[in-house]
């Protein structure tokens, strides 16, 4: 005689009091990230990165992700003092880079394939862009745009 088992929650399951704490930590981690302030930036980077608008939506290996990505990208104490690329370059950089996702003419508009652009076009990692590295990025984005454009016309 078999019994049968009742079906259980993983022991690994994350509590709502886990899950709230993470998007605490996460959202906490954005704050010292430059450039994910404004609402919609934060949520065209959630949509992009994970396909949802809104944290509540992540899972816990997807939370995990997330915060372990913005402490990656953070700024401030304890770091080596350098100056950066101004907020509006950032921003125009990032809306470039969706906007171009959007329209084809970037055909990975995840953040860290943005990254990866930002490196191989300065040298330099996105932490320490200068506002001369951050010139570099907005001009080789609008020339792949152009070309872009170009080649669509014909």
Request: charged share 35%; aromatic share 6%; hydrophobic share 40%.
């Amino acid at each position: 005689m078999m019994r049968k088992k009742t079906e259980e929650a993983p022991k690994h399951a994350a509590t709502p009091e886990a899950l709230k704490r993470l998007r605490t930590q996460a959202q906490a981690a954005r704050a010292k990230v430059s450039g994910l302030s404004a609402d919609d930036v934060w949520r065209d980077r959630l949509e992009r990165d994970f396909g949802v608008r809104s944290m509540k939506m992540l899972t816990t290996a997807q939370l995990k992700t997330l915060k372990r990505a913005l402490e990656r990208e953070q700024v401030g104490e304890g770091k080596r003092k350098v100056r950066y690329a101004e907020t509006p370059q950032l921003r125009l950089i990032m809306t470039m880079w969706a906007e171009g996702a959007k329209a084809g003419w970037i055909r990975d508009g995840r953040w860290d394939a943005m990254y990866r652009f930002i490196e191989a076009v300065t040298g330099q990692e996105m932490g320490r862009l200068t506002v001369s590295h951050g010139r570099k990025t907005i001009e080789a984005l609008k020339a792949m745009e152009a070309r872009f454009r170009a080649g669509s016309a014909s």
